[in-house]
Each structure stands twice: as C-alpha cells, then as structure tokens.
C-alpha cells in the first residue's frame, strides 16, 4: 500500500507551489525520516548495514539527513561517490559499485571508499592500484534476475551487470595472485519485482557465497518494491528481514560462517517522500470520438519513468470540482512519447484517467515521485527549465 500517513496535505502542495512556482518537486521530511528509521531498525542475526542508492535522488538534503540518520551509501559512478564524499559523507561509508571504471580510482581508494569490482577488467585495475587495501568486493550476476520489466532486471543473460557467476573462480585466483582476499558479495536481481522474489533471491546469493570462503558480508543489493499505483504490492522490509535472518543462520549453522547483511534500497526509502507539482497549461481534445488531453507543464525531461518504462503513477487536480472526466495527461515536451498516463507496462499506449474536472490553471499533483524523478531529468530537452526541488 502506499505511505498515505506522510504525504503532503493539499494545503502544503498549494503553498509550496504558490512560493515556488512550478513545476516543482516536494519532498516530504517526514516520509523520508520514517522510512530511514525502519531501515536502520532492521534486525539481523550476524550484523547490518542499512545503506542508500544515491543515484535514486542525489538532492544534498537528502543526503544529509540520511547521513544524520545513520545510513551508509551505495555509489554507481565514481562521480557519484565524489559528489557525496563532497556533501560531508564519510568515505569509509561509501560502497561504490559502478558499470564505468573509476576515473579517481588512486583518490576514492587512498580516502578508504570500499570498492566492489564489476569485471575482471575493474578487478584488475584495483590489483594494480598502489592505493588499494587487501580485501576488494565483488559484484556477481547470479545468472537468474527480475524486476519490475526487462528494463529493471539487472541479473541473467541479457544483463551487463556483475561478474558472471561462472567466472568467480577466476576472480578469486586473480585476487589472490596479488594476496588479495574478496570478503564482500554483491548481488542485484533488479528493481521493482514482486515482493515475493526475496527468499529465492538469498537462495541463490548464499549459495555463490558458498564459493567464496572469505567473504564475510553480503549485500543483497535494493529494488525492493513500492506501491505507486492501485493494485501494486509493496515489499514489507520487516517480513523479508526474517526471511534474510533465517537464511543467514542457516547458512551459518551449515559452514560455521556468520555474514553480515547489507541492503541498499533507493526507491523504497524516497519515492513515497516526492511529489511533482505541476500546472494544467492547455487542454485539448480530438474530436467526439477522441481523446482529451491536458497538457501540463512538465514532462520527460523532468519525469522520465512513465516514459521508459509505462510508470503508473497517481495523478490529481488539486481543485474543488465535484465532476470527473477522463483525460490523457501529456508533457510540454515537442514528443509523442510525453505521456504521464501511459498503459501500464507499455509506454506504446495510453490509458486515460479518471480526474477532476479540469480548468487551465489547475494545479495537478503526481505522487510518489521522490525517486528516479529530478536525478533521471533529461536536463535541457526543448530548452526547458528544469524543475525545481525542495525538502519540507
């Protein structure tokens, strides 16, 4: 179910949007310090480190609340590890996990950021490092992965992602040529899967874990699902912890091993904590047996994910209309791709909501957009401005 307890009243959205403009992203403090404090209160039998995947939403503000409460940080790029280490974020607390070799590889190692090779290629450019420690994680495609489409899933053939899971023992000989232990794993499946994937998920993680007698913490990766839209199941971090905690003392009691658990969610902690706030510009139509349209005035280059992926969101008219009418809400952007109401799973088609009646001028809200929103902006398509972001 969505996080209705936190989400901005209408009088907050009105205000906000009357002080700043729009379009604007808001987010909400209090949303965001409910869902860090049940991810750092998340108990598991041999230690725990609850981390944030900053590529999610890079805005300082959340970074430094997040720091305040106690999170470590999951870094895709080297930029992006720079970027935080920049915002006050400590460097041991940083993981960085990145498809791109590290363009400050000597610099992020020396500050004592924890490196996690994704290839042979990034492991060998650690081996050779004057810089580096004697341990080095390692990021394994499990061969198997699922999210939300294909476009999420991050492990199995089709998937970039990771050392291929049948080369770990390569990996291990390489690093231990140079007396080099790998004692961290890390696993992704992808983002935004059915809840119920979690326990196959550890499955398979352990058992590749198996193969690696010096690995002492595992990350389990993120993408744990959020409800954004009627009908979607949302993952229950508590349930899926005693499902980690019962899988991790089994393994324990079968090998004498004791792994510590790291999970590094994005969405799950900011979506629920954003909203777009944007303005009905226009509203159109194509005739008795067509469609009508409000055109508002944000869109991909602000909002990509209904775009990419047929991203369901919940859109309302921030006004006191007691009529409804069904309308496709599309972008300001010169493209027939700009949909805000796209067919579930398909950007190709559209699917019209059931809204208030709508007048030029309204406001209209799009919730939970507190992730993969602002930080996935095509920034300066059509030459628009890019939307503003608060924290209140």
């Given at each position: ?7 901005l009243s209408k009088s907050a959205m009105l205000e906000a949007a009357q002080l700043n403009g729009t379009p604007i992203y808001v987010n909400s403090k209090a949303s965001l310090l409910t869902q860090a404090s049940e991810l750092a209160n ?144 890390h696993i992704h499946y992808g983002s935004g899967a059915s809840p119920d994937i979690w326990e196959g998920v550890i499955d398979s993680a352990l058992q590749i874990a198996h193969q690696m007698p010096d690995v002492t913490s595992l990350d ?173």
């Open positions: 179910m969505q996080n209705f307890n936190n989400r998340l108990a598991l039998p041999f230690g725990f480190i609850p981390r944030y995947a900053a590529k999610a939403n890079m805005n300082p503000e959340i970074v430094r609340l997040f720091t305040q409460q106690g999170l470590q940080f999951d870094a895709s790029s080297s930029y992006e590890a720079a970027a935080l280490i920049e915002l006050g974020v400590k460097p041991a607390s940083i993981s960085l996990s990145s498809q791109q070799p590290a363009h400050n590889l000597e610099e992020l190692l020396r500050a004592g950021v924890l490196y996690t090779a994704t290839s042979f290629h990034q492991l060998d450019l650690f081996l050779q490092s004057k810089a580096r420690p004697n341990t080095v994680g390692l990021r394994v495609n499990p061969g198997v992965g699922a999210g939300e489409n294909n476009r999420t899933t991050t492990g199995g053939v089709n998937s970039s992602f990771g050392l291929w899971h049948d080369y770990v023992d390569q990996a291990l000989n390489q690093a231990a040529a140079q007396a080099v232990k790998i004692d961290r794993l389990i990766g993120g993408g744990f699902k959020v409800s954004r839209y009627s009908g979607e199941k949302e993952a229950n971090l508590t349930n899926i912890s005693e499902i980690f905690s019962q899988k991790l003392i089994q393994f324990a009691e079968s090998t004498g091993r004791r792994l510590q658990l790291e999970i590094e969610p994005g969405t799950w902690l900011v979506a629920h904590a954003g909203t777009l706030l944007a303005e009905v510009v226009d509203i159109v139509d194509t005739g008795a047996d067509g469609r009508v349209f409000l055109r508002v005035n944000t869109g991909m280059n602000d909002f990509i994910r209904p775009t990419m992926y047929g991203a369901q969101h919940e859109i309302e008219i921030l006004n006191d209309a007691l009529d409804t009418e069904q309308y496709v809400v599309v972008g300001h952007n010169c493209e027939t791709s700009d949909i805000l109401t796209p067919a579930p799973g398909n950007p190709e088609e559209i699917l019209p909501r059931q809204l208030s009646k709508a007048s030029i001028g309204d406001l209209i809200a799009i919730y939970d957009t507190g992730a993969y929103g602002r930080a996935f902006a095509v920034s300066g398509f059509n030459s628009f401005p890019s939307a503003k972001e608060i924290l209140v």
